[in-house]
């Protein structure tokens, strides 16, 4: 079969081939006229896969009018077998973006495309769809990519590594700079704050020549963080927007270019601006993939009072016997308790966005981080009960944001290190960034017997294969993030067996 590296190698090299439209039933104009600026300088993205088709991502910027624009979807590099041509909508309400959704193709196999506008044609992507009865499945989990901190290198290594979806958990684009330095480029722009804004910040990390190519080469699977709109913002509550409303404008600014940005199906952008993230992908009976949102509807953490912030450890939670705040919302935590029973599979990979184990932190053992799960410990709970309902046959919570990496015994009781292991987590280091507070992390397995790993030294990402019997996964460490060139290495290499909970390492 043709590999992803030799197509990202012999991409550039094929020439345009002349495109037959198909004929036009909408009011959009039609691109015939030539352009003299590249209209996908933004590349081309893929996402949602499934064993009949996928969502092909690509955006037309600087449009003065809604545009059609074509697309092929091949069986072959070549793209001599064509299984899909024709036309699809760039609004120029959605700044250009084309979110097409592939249907009625065959399932487990490699699929090729490309776009056609003005007389210019993108780079080849290429994504495969699920394959009916998948025996195994090869994930990246990654997070926290800082312009400024590194070079995004890590992708490459997923490309060589034949990543067949990458697991994108949160602050994908950072609103802002943090820290001294060493800073490797700079955003060249002020903070974000209106849509215009945003669209640029976007438009600028795709301008990565790695990220660019993963996009091409693997489909993503997004949800989102902080970072995307500002720092330690939850629902309508501002990190450090002073004014209210202005937030809320920012907020519904940055949610749009979000969605406008990521290989999203069009149907996640609801009328009233929300950008429902919370979903389920699964590959047959061998993995289902709830992808949950831990932002948007997050409620004020009952640890912390109303005149206060959570922006950093508190000494103990005062209310911690009363039953309130949510991480997911009620209306997602429903949601989930009916994904994770619809359909069974070997292995229930939850991707959410943060550390979801207790933490006991060096200030004494009823020190908590609130903006962790630790400050919706009930929370905790009805997400435990909701896989326990559902007989869940092994369940992984998958995570970022606290750019380290960690293995992680999940606990009904972390209280009783002796008790029953429930489930795994795993979560993955920035994949450029700074290192985490080492003040905070370093004692964390001393005072946490459940944490079997923790690494806060190196930036990077974990590599997943999923197969029947098992998951085996490595942490990959980035060399350098002050290198274009950097490579990675495995830092720690681990093992989950079917029906035994916990990692092995």
Request: hydrophobic fraction near 40%; glycine fraction near 8%; charged fraction near 25%.
């Amino acid at each position: 079969m043709f590999g992803r590296r030799q197509l990202l190698q012999r991409a550039a090299a094929l020439a345009a081939t002349q495109f037959l439209v198909g004929p036009l039933h909408a009011r959009p104009a039609a691109s015939r006229a030539r352009t003299a600026v590249d209209p996908f300088a933004l590349g081309v993205a893929s996402g949602e896969p499934a064993a009949d088709g996928f969502v092909l991502w690509t955006r037309i910027a600087g449009l003065n009018e809604d545009r059609l624009v074509g697309y092929e979807i091949a069986e072959d590099e070549g793209f001599r077998r064509i299984a899909r041509r024709g036309n699809a909508l760039a609004p120029l309400a959605r700044g250009g973006a084309v979110h097409l959704e592939a249907r009625g193709l065959k399932a487990g196999r490699r699929y090729f495309y490309r776009f056609h506008f003005a007389g210019a044609v993108s780079r080849t992507g290429t994504v495969a769809t699920i394959a009916a009865t998948p025996a195994q499945l090869r994930l990246a989990l990654t997070s926290c990519q800082h312009w400024e901190h590194g070079w995004f290198t890590a992708y490459r290594d997923m490309i060589a590594n034949d990543v067949e979806a990458v697991l994108q958990v949160g602050d994908y684009i950072y609103e802002r700079s943090f820290g001294r330095g060493p800073n490797v480029r700079s955003f060249g722009a002020p903070d974000p704050q209106t849509l215009d804004d945003y669209r640029a910040r976007h438009a600028l990390y795709r301008g990565d020549p790695d990220l660019a190519a993963a996009h091409a080469a693997m489909p993503f699977l997004v949800s989102w963080d902080d970072h995307e709109v500002e720092n330690d913002y939850f629902a309508d509550r501002a990190g450090y927007t002073g004014d209210p409303h202005a937030f809320v404008r920012r907020r519904a600014a940055a949610y749009r270019a979000y969605f406008e940005h990521m290989p999203l199906r069009p149907s996640v952008l609801r009328p009233d601006g929300e950008v429902r993230l919370y979903r389920s992908v699964n590959w047959g009976e061998l993995a289902a993939l709830h992808i949950l949102d831990t932002r948007q509807y997050r409620t004020p953490s009952i640890c912390v009072a109303e005149d206060e912030t959570a922006d950093g450890p508190i000494a103990r939670c005062a209310r911690a016997g009363k039953d309130g705040g949510s991480m997911l919302g009620p209306a997602q935590e429903a949601w989930f308790g009916q994904a994770a029973a619809a359909r069974p599979a070997r292995w229930s990979l939850v991707t959410q966005q943060t550390l979801f184990s207790r933490l006991v932190l060096p200030a004494g053992p009823d020190s908590l981080y609130s903006q962790f799960w630790d400050g919706y410990a009930a929370s905790r709970t009805r997400l435990l009960d909701a896989l326990d309902t559902a007989k869940t046959r092994n369940a992984v919570i998958l995570g970022g944001d606290v750019h380290s990496f960690w293995l992680n015994d999940v606990k009904r009781d972390f209280a009783r290190p002796d008790g029953a292991t429930v489930a795994t987590e795993i979560v993955t280091s920035c994949l450029a960034s700074h290192s985490g507070p080492e003040a905070l992390f370093g004692p964390a397995p001393a005072l946490n017997p459940h944490v079997r790993f923790r690494d806060n030294a190196n930036a990077g990402y974990v590599l997943l294969d999923v197969q029947g019997d098992r998951i085996e996964g490595s942490l990959r460490a980035v060399s350098s993030l002050a290198d274009p060139l950097a490579t990675c290495r495995a830092l720690r290499a681990f093992a989950i067996e079917d029906r035994r909970p916990g990692a092995l390492i």
